[in-house]
Every structure is written in C-alpha cells, then in structure tokens.
C-alpha cells in the first residue's frame, strides 16, 4: 500500500486548501478511505471518511467546512477544506484499512494563520 499527500501549505483563517492524496498497491474502488490529522501535543484523529459508494461523514468539528471526494479513476482521495481556522493546523494523513492493517501516507502540514 502506497498512499501520497499533498496540497498542505500556510493559509490564513478563514482561507481553502484542497489536499489530493493518491493511491497505490490495493483495490482502490472498493476500499473506504480517510483522512486523519495530527496537531501539535494532541493524538492523532479522524477528520473524515468516504465510502467506496462515496458516503462521506465527518468529525464534528469540521462539518459543513470539509468535503472529501473521490476518483475511482486516478485512484486519489481529496479534501477540500473551507472557512479554515487555527485549530485545522495540523499534519494531514490519507488512511486506508486493507487486510485488517491500517497504512498511512507521510502526512502533509497545514498551517492556519490568525
């Protein structure tokens, strides 16, 4: 399994970044994919999920903000993150639980300026 983020940068509050993240290795189209982040001193969390039917859910703190998307195509993950705020600030992971083993790409940075 091969999971490769990108798209994290600095951005102002209130401002939008799109993270992609593509995969490789497994069965893209029938696997669930999410999105986890990590702030600074905090445990690592799940932001949010979209189904192999694109049924998306999400973490309360970022509803109606985040959409997260798929394309079965390029066998990438997207989240697009709107009205950012300085707690968003966080190290961003794709995820994806194959053959009961969760893996995790690198990770890419937001940074969210007040």
């Known amino acids: 399994v091969q999971l490769q983020a990108s798209g994290g940068g600095l951005v102002q509050a209130g401002g939008s970044l799109r993270l992609s993240c593509a995969a490789s290795?497994?069965?893209?189209?029938?696997?669930?994919m999410d999105w986890y982040r990590q702030a600074p001193g905090k445990q690592r969390e799940l932001a949010a999920t979209?189904?192999?039917?694109?049924?998306?859910n999400y973490t309360d703190s970022v509803k109606g903000r985040f959409t997260t998307s798929r394309d079965n195509v390029r066998n990438t993950v997207y989240l697009q993150m709107n009205s950012l705020k300085p707690d968003d600030t966080a190290v961003y992971y794709c995820?994806?639980?194959?053959?009961?083993?969760?893996?995790y790409g690198q990770g890419t940075l937001v940074t969210v300026s007040s």
């Open positions: 995820s994806v639980l194959y053959r009961n083993r969760r893996s």
């Open positions: 979209i189904t192999s039917g694109g049924v998306t």
């Open positions: 290795g497994f069965n893209f189209r029938i696997n669930t």
